[in-house]
């Protein structure tokens, strides 16, 4: 079920390691995501997601293994890799001061993009801000910043777009929003690359969801091979399918309070090096 590297893909990991100081935070990650697809990473904190997004980002470098990204070696080929990529973090980097409008016309005027009201007015469009278009941007909500967030990394049509945990700390009306918005990227031809530890999330949006824990990917596949990994339990007679959550669980374990120190440890060590 676990795929391989392939020169189709739009993304393409063999073998990536990355440790920080003494911590090993990926020992070995295989991945590969198809074209137009949306791809769920799955992990509890700590697990390496963000490393990974980081290395196949070009935002900083694998200790070994390989990795293309629309066909661009991330080490050989990084500004390729750069023209070909765009990344959203966890937290929305609008310009509150600006409105919506002004805010994708100032990026796209950046990335030299011709007619940049155009690409602004079509983008308002397409993420239903339009009526808030001219309305400055720490007015709007936490959806409404998100989804102007993504619609900023679309300016240059980048065929392959990395999604950070990009529902972190909204509400679930904000979520349902941004979840309208991936959709509309995978619908329109853009590959999509998303973290998250929302399991509800991965089961919404993803074609494929990869588990990463303990700096591997342990399964990859549908949500439908991922159940499959365990038998359906009968109550009372009544057949009773595993969630993702089940498989989630089976694999990694529950978290205790110790773990969670560890993991919130592992987390930090992703943002800056031990020595």
């Given at each position: 079920?676990?795929?391989?590297?392939?020169?189709?893909a739009?993304?393409?990991?063999?073998?990536?390691?990355?440790?920080?100081?003494?911590?090993?935070?990926?020992?070995g990650?295989?991945?590969?995501?198809?074209?137009?697809?949306i791809l769920?990473?799955?992990?509890s904190?700590g697990?390496?997601?963000?490393?990974?997004?980081?290395?196949?980002a070009?935002l900083?470098?694998?200790?070994?293994?390989?990795?293309?990204?629309?066909?661009?070696?991330?080490?050989?080929?990084p500004?390729?890799?750069r023209e070909?990529?765009?990344?959203?973090?966890?937290?929305?980097?609008?310009?509150e001061?600006?409105?919506?409008?002004?805010?994708?016309?100032?990026?796209?005027?950046?990335r030299?993009?011709?007619?940049?009201a155009?690409?602004?007015?079509?983008?308002?469009?397409?993420?239903?801000?339009?009526?808030a278009?001219?309305?400055?941007?720490?007015?709007?909500s936490?959806?409404?910043?998100r989804?102007?967030?993504?619609?900023?990394?679309?300016?240059?049509?980048p065929?392959?777009?990395?999604l950070?945990?990009?529902?972190?700390?909204?509400?679930?009306?904000?979520?349902?929003?941004?979840?309208?918005?991936?959709r509309?990227?995978?619908?329109?031809?853009t590959?999509?690359?998303?973290?998250?530890?929302?399991?509800?999330e991965?089961?919404?949006?993803?074609?494929?969801i990869a588990?990463?824990?303990?700096?591997?990917?342990?399964?990859d596949?549908t949500?439908?091979?991922l159940?499959?990994l365990?038998?359906?339990a009968?109550?009372?007679?009544?057949?009773?399918?595993p969630?993702?959550?089940?498989?989630?669980?089976?694999?990694v374990g529950?978290?205790g309070?110790e773990?969670?120190?560890?993991?919130?440890?592992a987390?930090?060590?992703?943002?800056?090096p031990?020595?």
């Amino acid at each position: 079920m676990t795929t391989t590297a392939s020169h189709t893909a739009a993304i393409a990991a063999t073998g990536i390691t990355k440790a920080f100081g003494t911590l090993d935070v990926l020992r070995g990650v295989d991945l590969n995501v198809e074209p137009g697809s949306i791809l769920a990473l799955l992990g509890s904190n700590g697990a390496g997601k963000t490393t990974l997004v980081k290395i196949l980002a070009t935002l900083i470098h694998a200790d070994a293994g390989t990795a293309l990204v629309h066909g661009f070696d991330v080490a050989d080929e990084p500004a390729r890799v750069r023209e070909s990529v765009s990344l959203t973090g966890q937290f929305a980097a609008v310009d509150e001061v600006l409105t919506g409008r002004e805010n994708l016309v100032l990026v796209a005027r950046l990335r030299h993009v011709r007619e940049p009201a155009a690409v602004a007015a079509e983008l308002l469009a397409r993420f239903s801000l339009a009526d808030a278009a001219d309305r400055r941007a720490g007015t709007y909500s936490g959806g409404m910043r998100r989804r102007l967030d993504i619609a900023m990394s679309l300016i240059g049509d980048p065929p392959v777009i990395f999604l950070d945990e990009p529902t972190t700390g909204l509400d679930p009306e904000a979520r349902l929003e941004v979840w309208d918005a991936v959709r509309q990227l995978a619908a329109g031809g853009t590959t999509v690359l998303l973290t998250t530890q929302y399991l509800d999330e991965a089961e919404q949006l993803a074609d494929r969801i990869a588990i990463l824990h303990e700096g591997r990917i342990r399964v990859d596949g549908t949500l439908a091979e991922l159940k499959r990994l365990l038998p359906p339990a009968e109550v009372q007679y009544v057949e009773k399918q595993p969630s993702l959550e089940d498989v989630f669980l089976s694999l990694v374990g529950a978290r205790g309070p110790e773990s969670g120190e560890r993991g919130a440890e592992a987390d930090d060590s992703e943002r800056k090096p031990r020595s």
